[in-house]
């Protein structure tokens, strides 16, 4: 089946306390998001690949795309100010039936496998989102205080969130609303469950300078 991968990479640099995005901050001497692009097309070979990027960036896509592997198969389009608007305007640029993973750019150290068991459920059931248990203690904030929650029962999302594009395409056409965090809860929303797959710890995303030194150890030690 047809494969698209929108790769969203509309964030700031604020959290990072730089005037550049994070997602075209340089990794090994070259933007993050270059790594991400690349893992993509190697995953699979007839894997279509439109990159959200924020308005104004056009000549930073245009380099992404000249550095990349195979650029013919990126395209480059402007996002809009949500993610959940990013990611519509990535949407609608997927005309047939297909397989559509949701990816956060900065999320560069996602491998092969991960993207290719996505995949095969998505095929299987309609949908993959990649969670990873939760291992600190965590506490639920209450009108008097704070109460502890089962952290077994608890799992971090990670992306690339993946869906039959014809459960996301149709659960992107209902109006905006401050509690659709992720793709998942979009689907879910328009009454679509949802179906969990295993992460991968590895799959952090770059948010905070510290995690730049990680992602080149990471890079390093090989990610597939």
């Known amino acids: 089946m047809k494969k698209y991968a929108v790769i969203v990479a509309g964030g700031s640099g604020s959290r990072m306390k730089t005037a550049t995005p994070k997602q075209f901050l340089l990794l090994n001497n070259k933007p993050v998001i270059f790594y991400t692009i690349e893992v993509f097309l190697k995953a699979f070979a007839d ?13 930073d896509g245009d380099l992404l795309t000249d550095l990349s592997s195979d650029a013919s198969r990126i395209q480059v389009v402007a996002g809009g100010d949500t993610r959940f608007d990013s990611v519509k305007k990535g949407l609608e640029q997927v005309k047939e039936e297909s397989i559509v993973f949701v990816h956060d750019g900065v999320r560069c150290l996602v491998t092969t496998a991960l993207i290719q068991s996505c995949y095969a459920q998505a095929l299987e059931k309609g949908s993959a989102i990649p969670a990873i248990p939760v291992t600190d203690s965590v506490r639920v904030l209450t009108a008097k205080g704070s109460q502890p929650l089962n952290r077994d ?10 869906f039959r594009s014809t459960i ?14 992720d793709e998942a809860t979009v689907a879910e929303a328009a009454g679509f469950e949802v179906f969990l797959i295993e ?6 995303k770059i948010t905070l300078p510290e995690d730049l030194l990680i992602a080149e150890n990471l890079l390093a030690s090989g990610r597939d």
């Open 47 to 59: 894997l279509q690949i439109i990159l959200v990027l924020p308005a104004g960036f056009a000549e």
């Open 199 to 204: 992460g991968d710890k590895r799959n952090i």
């Open 153 to 162: 029962l608890l799992r971090a999302v990670q992306t690339p969130q993946t």
């Open 168 to 181: 996301i395409l149709k659960a992107f056409e209902q109006p905006y609303r401050a509690a659709f965090t």
